[in-house]
């Protein structure tokens, strides 16, 4: 008899990563690609899923028992019933102060969802523009990334993985919509929320032929890309993880909850996990240095003598964590003349914003570290691991090998080992 196999795959900032594993969880193929047009295109994320899994030996694909996937949390789109998306998604940075009010009169203020930096003050923007653009409310969704991709490999897209909706509003601890979200004239454009590692179902006939999988492949509720990444390094007690992709993401279990604003909690595997996402990080770092440029000058840096400059590396203007600041802007000047040790005043910034980040999770109560697990691109980078355990005064491991797409593999795993029951379905 053939154990059937399991697939993980990551919608990152920066591309798309599947992971296929077997039984004992061994990584038996991975591929990677860029998204084949821009970021907010959905249909560039459904082609680029496309393409990797049929770049999988046919032999693989036939053994695929369960799917699942992540997305960047917040990345939001409005969509058609039938999955037709309306215009381009908002992508996870994007801040929209101008809902500041909006939001105020829905939900209450400290939740997830309260921020600007948040998706329901994305999901406000598009119900405006969707309103202009004459769609009907009775036809019209609100879907995160991975839930979009979800709908697809379903063909039906009423479902959203409670992780990715948080900051639309979901209150994960009473199972509801928060505030006065579910009486609004368009609450049925949200998603009926299921747990994450749910089985949905099987693949849609459509979509198991585009991806030359099993029609028997089921689709399992996935989780946001920052916890798919948790799931990849599993953490014992005390350790931390942190991303180190395109932007800076911490992640640590918790004994109770945690709400504050730019914070997301979430429950995975049983237990509560708290974190929060800088939009500081690698793509900073892609701004002034490619990555040829990044491995020769970092070999420069004498980590023992501090730089002098004083940096904050945001992308552009605005924060989500540790500080939630739609108005904050970054400061990369002075610039030396030496690239060297403008890079090393860069990577000295990103470890402040690292560890002002454990200092705000500690001050709200999550409790203390002893040590720190690095994923991600930057964690292949030996400098900045130095620079990073200089400025959280922990010990900094670096796990570059474990990506979220594995993580994720893991979670399909999990419905084939013990097999979940699956939601009802109504006509």
């Not at 479902?159 to 979200?181: P, S």
């Amino acid at each position: 008899m053939i154990c059937p196999l399991a697939a993980g795959v990551d919608l990152g900032s920066s591309g798309i990563r599947l992971a296929v594993i077997d039984a004992e969880g061994k990584v038996l193929a991975e591929r990677a690609m860029a998204y084949p047009s821009s970021f907010d295109d959905p249909n560039g994320w459904r082609q680029g899923l496309i393409t990797l899994v049929l770049d999988l030996p046919i032999q693989l694909r036939q053994q695929v028992g369960a799917i699942s996937l992540d997305g960047t949390s917040g990345t939001l789109l409005a969509c058609r019933s039938d999955g037709t998306p309306l215009g381009p998604a908002l992508a996870y940075s994007l801040a929209c102060p101008e809902q500041a009010e909006r939001l105020a009169a829905l939900v209450p203020a400290g939740c997830a969802a309260a921020s600007v930096s948040g998706s329901l003050a994305r999901a406000l923007r598009l119900l405006e523009a969707t309103a202009v653009g004459g769609a009907a409310a009775a036809d019209l969704l609100l879907r995160h990334q991975a839930d979009w991709l979800m709908g697809w490999l379903l063909g039906d897209w009423r479902w959203g993985e409670e992780g990715n909706n948080l900051r639309l509003g979901w209150d994960l601890r009473r199972q509801h919509w928060t505030g006065d979200l579910a009486r609004q004239p368009w609450a049925a454009a949200l998603p009926e929320v299921v747990a994450s590692g749910l089985a949905l179902g099987p693949l849609a006939p459509g979509s198991a032929s585009a991806l030359g999988l099993p029609g028997s492949c089921l689709v399992v509720a996935g989780s946001t890309d920052a916890n798919a990444a948790v799931l990849a390094a599993d953490p014992t007690p005390g350790e931390g993880v942190t991303v180190l992709g395109t932007t800076l993401v911490l992640k640590q279990f918790v004994a109770e909850p945690i709400e504050a604003p730019g914070i997301s909690c979430h429950r995975l595997g049983g237990r509560w996990l708290v974190g929060g996402a800088s939009n500081a990080g690698g793509g900073v770092l892609r701004q002034f240095f490619s990555d040829a440029e990044l491995e020769r000058l970092s070999r420069q840096i004498d980590t023992s003598r501090p730089s002098g400059l004083h940096y904050r590396p945001l992308p552009a203007r605005g924060e989500r964590f540790p500080h939630d600041d739609p108005d904050l802007l970054p400061i990369l000047e002075p610039r030396p003349v030496s690239d060297a040790l403008f890079l090393q005043g860069v990577l000295e910034g990103l470890a402040r914003i690292e560890a002002q980040g454990w200092a705000r999770l500690a001050q709200l109560g999550a409790p203390g570290l002893r040590r720190v697990i690095s994923l991600g691109g930057g964690a292949r980078n030996p400098q900045w691991r130095q620079l990073r355990q200089q400025a959280i005064g922990l010990p900094v491991l670096n796990r570059p090998g474990l990506t979220p797409a594995l993580g994720m593999a893991r979670l399909a795993h999990g419905v084939l080992e013990a097999p979940h029951p699956t939601p009802k379905m109504e006509a």
